[in-house]
Structures are given as structure tokens and as C-alpha cells.
């Protein structure tokens, strides 16, 4: 899923289980990272007896490359989303990330201080001087729904915010956060809170129906199940598959510096991310270290080392064509597959027409709020609740 040196799991020491399970359990996870993580954490909270289940390590996947960055606002713009799906859906697509951001901070609060989650405001500037309008046309759907977002025109940008482009908006009640320990806190909580047992280093090896129930076949023990949930993320397998012609998947690189002093930051180490598709996105790391993201290409291919080193270059100077005076010194650099849907939306629904077995898949750069509020709407779905969240993100679409 990555490869490079990744900084995140250098700033935790994980917790290993050696759960002994049962035959029989309510739900049954597959995928320990982020999306996985927080269903467990939902679905044991509401007092389900739940087992997660990881080929690896809790997190080790591609939450330990996740750039930390969380944002209500989608890759995919509100005005695109009010143009594409129509205005209702549009709203209740960005209402529901940033109700997954403000539950994502509730979490923490219940977590290790470790997990680093920080308020932010992240500043979206134009790329170019045509994108003036893109800028402007997001400001005006983002006001129109009552987002809480302001404008800064190009003196004010500078003025404030040192940069020398064309016009940019601010979106506030944004957050950083440290993923991967996260995630690895979310399922020790629940683990030592709730009914959740965690199974690390076994694999599904395939599943089926047996009359009302589900038999999960494990590489090394057989486990039946009520509810089945698929949180495999990233990696390929029979799921993914029937929807490949719906996403697409990219490498994407990332880099971490040294520190650099505290003076050097910008206003209110903002998150900053731009118009331009792929996009730069620049965000603080606690210890006064810069995160540099981007230089998405299209391949399902996970980048080599060499490449790595290339275009965690490409990535300083892209930096310092926002900020020239600020020298940085490359510290980790990785770059990992992460996918994306065609249209902006993530996969959350149910798998099988037949039987109790869903999925939810946070595809796209807002999957850490998309895996939030994806497995409240499974926790709905699994007990019979309707959601009409269920209808926008479902995977038969």
C-alpha cells in the first residue's frame, strides 16, 4: 500500500492483540485502518458484540500514510456536487463530512493526546489566474448553504498569508490530526471499553451465506457472524473489483521535514491546499515539522523508492514557489496507492443483495470524514434504521 520512510508510526508505540475469539459474533470487521477503525468503535459502542479482523497490524496500511489533513470541504467542489447531484444532495454531502469532522473531534477528546487533533483553518487558493473563478464560485455555494467560509482577494492573501497568488478562500472549523494513532487509539478504547475483540494478522479468506447468518472462512479459524462490514480500503480484492470501473486508483507522495522555528510559520498554520487538479496540500506537524503532499498520478502501481526521492524534490519546490524564504530540509519521504471515485462520492451500503454484508469504502483526498460519517450511516443500516444518506452513497450507484 506504501512505500519510503513514513513518519507517523515513529510517533507511537501500537498496542498488540492476542484475543481469543469466539465461535459466534453480532458483527464482524474486515480492514483495520480508519474506516475500519471507527465502525468498530460505532458498532461495539452500541453494544454489539464485534470482532475486527486485519491481514497486518491495526493502522499499518494506508492510515500510516494518511497526510492527517481533515476537511469538510471534498475534492470534488460544492458548486460541482449543486451542478452534478443537484442542490439537496450537494448539501447533505457536505453536511454530513463536516458532522464526521466534529464526531472525529468528539472521539478524540475520549483518546490519548497523542492523536494530536487540532483545529485548523485551511486556506484554498486559486492556482491560476483563470481559477479566480472556481475560487469565487465556491465561496458563493459554501455562503449560500451557510458554511462557515470567508473570501481573501489576492492583497489580502499576501498581505496576510504571504502568498503571492490570485484570490483563495478560508474555510474554518477544519483539523489536523496524527492518523495513525488515531486510529490505533479508536480500537484500543473500544477494545478496552466495549465488546470488541481485535484479530491481527489473519486474513478472510472468503464468506458465505449459511441460512440468516454469514461463515467468515479465516486463513487459520472458521467465525459466523449476524453482520458482515468490508473496510478493506485500499487494496484490491473481490469487492473492489466489481466496482473498478467506478474509481480510480493514484499514487500519491508525501513528504515531512525537519523542524524549522516556529516564527516561520505562516498565519495560524493554516492548512493550504489549491485549485489546481492534482492539487499541493501543506499542512503543520506537531514538533514544528511542515507536511507536503500531492503530485497524484493515475497508477495502481505502488511507487519505488527512487520515485519516491524524485518527487519529494518536486514537492520542496512547489512549496517554495508559495513561500521562497522559508529553506526546508526533507526528514520522511513516501508515497503510497490511494483510490478515488469517478464521481467525488464515497462507497458506504450494502454489499449483497442476499445477505447481511456491507461495505464502505472512504475513497477520495476527505476519506478520514467520509470513514466518519460512513459508519454512523452502517450503524443505522445494520440495525434496521433508515438513513437517507443511504440512497447518495450507496454502492450500486
Not at 492583497?155 to 503571492?164: D, N, P, T
Not at 478472510?204 to 449476524?226: M, S, W
Request: with cysteine; charged share 30%.
Amino acid at each position: 500500500m506504501h512505500n519510503g520512510k513514513l513518519y507517523w508510526p515513529e510517533t507511537y508505540v501500537k498496542k498488540n492483540y492476542l484475543d481469543e475469539t469466539e465461535s459466534h459474533y453480532d458483527v464482524v470487521i474486515i480492514g483495520g485502518g480508519m474506516s475500519g477503525a471507527l465502525t468498530a468503535f460505532r458498532v461495539a459502542q452500541a453494544g454489539h458484540h464485534t470482532l475486527l479482523i486485519d491481514k497486518g497490524e491495526i493502522g499499518s496500511a494506508s492510515s500510516a500514510a494518511n497526510t492527517g489533513l481533515m476537511q469538510y470541504m471534498s475534492d470534488k467542489l460544492l458548486h460541482e456536487c449543486v451542478k452534478d447531484f443537484g442542490a439537496l444532495e450537494a448539501y447533505h454531502f457536505y453536511k454530513a463530512s463536516k458532522e464526521g469532522l466534529e464526531d472525529i473531534e468528539a472521539i478524540s477528546k475520549l483518546l490519548d493526546a497523542r492523536v494530536n487533533f487540532i483545529k485548523r483553518d485551511s486556506l484554498f487558493i486559486a492556482s491560476t489566474k483563470r481559477d479566480k473563478k472556481i475560487i469565487k464560485d465556491e465561496y458563493e455555494a459554501l455562503k449560500h448553504f451557510d458554511f462557515p467560509v470567508d473570501y481573501v482577494d489576492s492583497e489580502q492573501l499576501e498581505e496576510v498569508y504571504g502568498i503571492k497568488k490570485y484570490n483563495a478562500l478560508i474555510t474554518h472549523e477544519d483539523a489536523e490530526i496524527n492518523p495513525y494513532v488515531f486510529v490505533n487509539e479508536v480500537v484500543k478504547y473500544a477494545h478496552s471499553n466495549f465488546h470488541l475483540d481485535v484479530l491481527e494478522n489473519t486474513e478472510l479468506v472468503k464468506y458465505e451465506k449459511k441460512e440468516e447468518q454469514i461463515l467468515c472462512q479465516l486463513n487459520d479459524r472458521v467465525i459466523i457472524t449476524n453482520k458482515l462490514i468490508m473496510t478493506t480500503g485500499y487494496a484490491k480484492n473481490k469487492i473492489t473489483k466489481r466496482y473498478i470501473h467506478r474509481e480510480e486508483f493514484v499514487a500519491s507522495y508525501a513528504v515531512v521535514t525537519q523542524p524549522i522555528e516556529e516564527n516561520q510559520f505562516w498565519k495560524d498554520k493554516a492548512m493550504i491546499w489549491e485549485s489546481a487538479r492534482p492539487y499541493l496540500y501543506i499542512r503543520h506537524v506537531p514538533g514544528n515539522r511542515v507536511l507536503i503532499g500531492g503530485l497524484d498520478e493515475k497508477t495502481d502501481k505502488i511507487p519505488n523508492e527512487k520515485h519516491i526521492q524524485k518527487q519529494g524534490k518536486r514537492l520542496i519546490k512547489a512549496f517554495n514557489k508559495l513561500y521562497p524564504d522559508i529553506e526546508l530540509e526533507v526528514a520522511y519521504a513516501y508515497g503510497a496507492r490511494f483510490g478515488e471515485t469517478k464521481d467525488g462520492k464515497p462507497f458506504i451500503g450494502k454489499i449483497e443483495e442476499d445477505a447481511e454484508v456491507y461495505g464502505l469504502y472512504g475513497y477520495g483526498g476527505n476519506g478520514t470524514v467520509y470513514s466518519s460519517f460512513g459508519s454512523k450511516l452502517l450503524l443505522d443500516m445494520i440495525e434496521g434504521k433508515y438513513n437517507p444518506l443511504s440512497e447518495i452513497f450507496k454502492l450500486k450507484r
